[in-house]
Each structure stands twice: as structure tokens, then as C-alpha cells.
Antibody, heavy 120, light 105 residues
Framework: QVQLQESGPGLVKPSETLSLTCTVS????????WSWIWQPPGKGLEWIGY??????SYNPSLKSRVTISLDTSKNQFSLRLNSVTAADTAMFYC???????????????WGQGALVTVSS | YELTQPPSVSVSPGQTASITCSGD??????VCWYQQKPGQSPVVVIY???KRPSGIPERFSGSNSGNTATLTISGTQAMDEADYYC?????????FGGGTKLSVL
């Protein structure tokens, strides 16, 4: 079965760029949507964006700072969030976005999450 | 697009818990539900309004009509205590509800 694992620095300085990678095992990264979701401490889930065959869609609130990319040769996809502040401290999850019908989209499976703290 | 959930719901063990998710003409969209226990990643319990993934107990069910989707847990067990999030798709973007903390008292 497909499994996802996030990796990247756990600590990022303010104004710098946060970079995370999600490695997909147990299946091909091709022909699926792949997404990033974050969850600030004690708060709810918020969608960051997704990538599908090179096309991307981002949360309008983050669009100016986010880039999601795909590396099919490594079966990985990545997140870059620039100009971070303390408000970007969160658990970051990667997930596969499955599709059924025109509006039937759901995340399954999820990675275990990566906690990133923004602090000097 | 916004999805609104009650912050908290309480239920006695063995009783039925209902968690709502409201949005404009939500019944025209598919809704899914996630369960998140402390320290764990979310898990989908309902997708496409009412479908249960394999491994999810039959006591979890879902419905969606008008402006409201509902997650129903029949015969609630202590292990069902968790945060629950609804999620929908709107204009090529993903939207989550704010989450509901289910307490089994």
C-alpha cells in the first residue's frame, strides 16, 4: 500500500524559506494528485496546495509564497514556503488526493507529519 | 468558500453522535470527513458524502443535503473521541471545516 513520509529541517529562521519533501513508497507518483496540508499547534487543518502532472493549485491565502513541485524520478514531491514568520510554525502533512466524480476529492493516505518551527 | 462546524460535541457512550458541516449549497458538492486523534495524522472515515473506506467501522455514516452535511456515529465508543474535520472541493481548491472536538463522556 502507498505510504508517504515527510522530511526536511525542523527549524527555520524568520524570513527564510521552508523546504519539505514527501517521499512516496509502495506506488507510483504518476497519475495522482499530491498535496500539502498544514496544522498550526492547537488549530485546525488548512490546505496549502496540490500538484497533478505538473499543474498546481494553491490556497489563495498562501499563493504568493508557495511552490509545490514534483520529481517523478525520485517518487517525491516538495513544498517551498518563502518569507516565513513565526505564524508559519506548524505540523506539515503530505497526502495523496484521490478523486471520484467532479467534486469528490479526499486525502488518503497521509504522511505522519513534520513539525516545523520558525524561530531565530 | 467556507465550511462551518460546531467547535465541540458531547455524547454518552453507546449513544449517537451527530457532527454537522454547513456551507452554501453544500449538498451540490461531495463532502468527506476525517478523524484525527491526538498526536496522529488525520484518517478519512467518510468520502463522497456517505462512503466508508475499508477498515472504518459501520457505525460511521454520512449524509449531505441542502446546506448541511452530517457525520453520524452510532453506538459511540470511547475510542471515537477525537477531532473531526469535514472537507469539500470548490473551484479547484480544497476547503476544510474548522473541526469539531467529539467528547465521549
Amino acid at each position: 500500500q502507498v505510504q508517504l513520509q515527510e522530511s526536511g529541517p525542523g527549524l527555520v529562521k524568520p524570513s527564510e524559506t521552508l523546504s519539505l519533501t514527501c517521499t512516496v513508497s509502495g506506488g507510483s507518483i504518476s497519475s495522482y494528485y499530491w498535496s500539502w496540508i498544514w496544522q498550526p499547534p492547537g488549530k485546525g487543518l488548512e490546505w496549502i496546495g496540490y500538484i497533478y502532472s505538473g499543474s498546481t493549485s494553491y490556497n489563495p491565502s498562501l499563493k504568493s509564497r508557495v511552490t509545490i513541485s514534483l520529481d517523478t524520478s525520485k517518487n517525491q514531491f516538495s513544498l517551498r514556503l518563502n518569507s516565513v514568520t513565526a505564524a508559519d510554525t506548524a505540523m506539515f502533512y503530505c497526502a495523496r488526493l484521490l478523486r471520484g466524480g467532479n467534486t469528490g476529492y479526499w486525502f488518503d493516505p497521509w504522511g505522519q507529519g513534520a513539525l516545523v518551527t520558525v524561530s531565530s | 468558500y467556507e465550511l462551518t462546524q460546531p467547535p465541540s460535541v458531547s455524547v454518552s457512550p453507546g449513544q449517537t453522535a451527530s457532527i454537522t458541516c454547513s456551507g452554501d449549497k453544500l449538498g451540490h458538492k461531495y463532502v468527506c470527513w476525517y478523524q484525527q486523534k491526538p498526536g496522529q495524522s488525520p484518517v478519512v472515515v467518510i468520502y463522497q458524502d456517505s462512503k466508508r473506506p475499508s477498515g472504518i467501522p459501520e457505525r460511521f455514516s454520512g449524509s449531505n443535503s441542502g446546506n448541511t452535511a452530517t457525520l453520524t456515529i452510532s453506538g459511540t465508543q470511547a475510542m471515537d473521541e477525537a477531532d473531526y474535520y469535514c472537507q469539500a472541493w470548490d473551484s479547484s481548491t480544497v476547503v476544510f471545516g474548522g473541526g469539531t472536538k467529539l467528547s465521549v463522556l
